[in-house]
């Protein structure tokens, strides 16, 4: 980088997979299912020695599961953010980020909408949110200055439809 400083390399994943909501069951803060706690080991592995310095999470049950392999592995204790809006949740997220862990990486775990607005936040692409059945995605953003970022867009674990 030209001005010698680190980029802050941001992971973000939705959480993993859950039941979906349903009339009869009409949970809105649901746990984790089996798939779902399955990723979540998996997205350990994958992120073990990937030097991740911080972890973030939404305030649900399913995105604090999803970050707790990882989490517990590392020895780290998540930052709870308390969802108001995608839009205040991504802007307080980018803040605590690139206030407290500039040059780091961290982990981000959110929702199908938080994540897309987040990834603009830090600079990247617009986004469009990610479909309600997605699990498997996983974006690697590098922040090299504010408002100047690249994404890259991968996959991990058992495929989604």
């Given at each position: 980088?030209?001005?010698?400083?680190?980029?802050?390399?941001?992971?973000?994943?939705?959480?993993?997979?859950?039941?979906?909501?349903?009339?009869?069951?009409?949970?809105?803060?649901?746990?984790?299912n089996?798939?779902?706690?399955?990723?979540?080991?998996?997205?350990?592995g994958?992120?073990?020695?990937?030097?991740?310095?911080?972890?973030?999470?939404?305030?649900?049950?399913?995105?604090?599961?999803?970050?707790?392999?990882?989490?517990?592995?590392?020895?780290?204790?998540?930052?709870?953010?308390?969802?108001?809006s995608?839009?205040?949740?991504?802007?307080?997220?980018?803040?605590?980020?690139?206030?407290?862990?500039?040059?780091?990486?961290?982990?981000?775990?959110?929702?199908?909408?938080?994540?897309?607005?987040?990834?603009?936040?830090?600079?990247?692409?617009?986004?469009?949110?990610?479909?309600?059945?997605?699990?498997?995605?996983?974006f690697?953003?590098?922040?090299?200055?504010?408002?100047?970022?690249?994404?890259?867009?991968?996959k991990?674990?058992?495929?989604?439809?």
């Open positions: 980088m030209a001005n010698g400083t680190a980029p802050t390399i941001v992971i973000m994943v939705r959480h993993g997979d859950r039941n979906t909501p349903t009339r009869v069951n009409p949970d809105t803060n649901p746990h984790l089996t798939a779902g706690k399955d990723r979540a080991l998996i997205l350990s994958v992120l073990s020695r990937a030097n991740v310095k911080a972890v973030y999470t939404s305030n649900t049950f399913r995105s604090k599961e999803t970050a707790e392999p990882l989490a517990t592995k590392l020895r780290l204790s998540p930052t709870v953010i308390d969802e108001v995608k839009v205040d949740e991504a802007l307080k997220l980018k803040n605590d980020i690139l206030s407290n862990n500039a040059g780091k990486t961290v982990l981000v775990v959110g929702h199908t909408d938080t994540i897309p607005e987040l990834i603009r936040q830090l600079g990247g692409e617009n986004m469009p949110d990610i479909d309600d059945k997605e699990f498997d995605n996983l690697v953003v590098t922040v090299f200055s504010p408002g100047k970022a690249s994404v890259t867009k991968l991990y674990g058992k495929p989604t439809p």
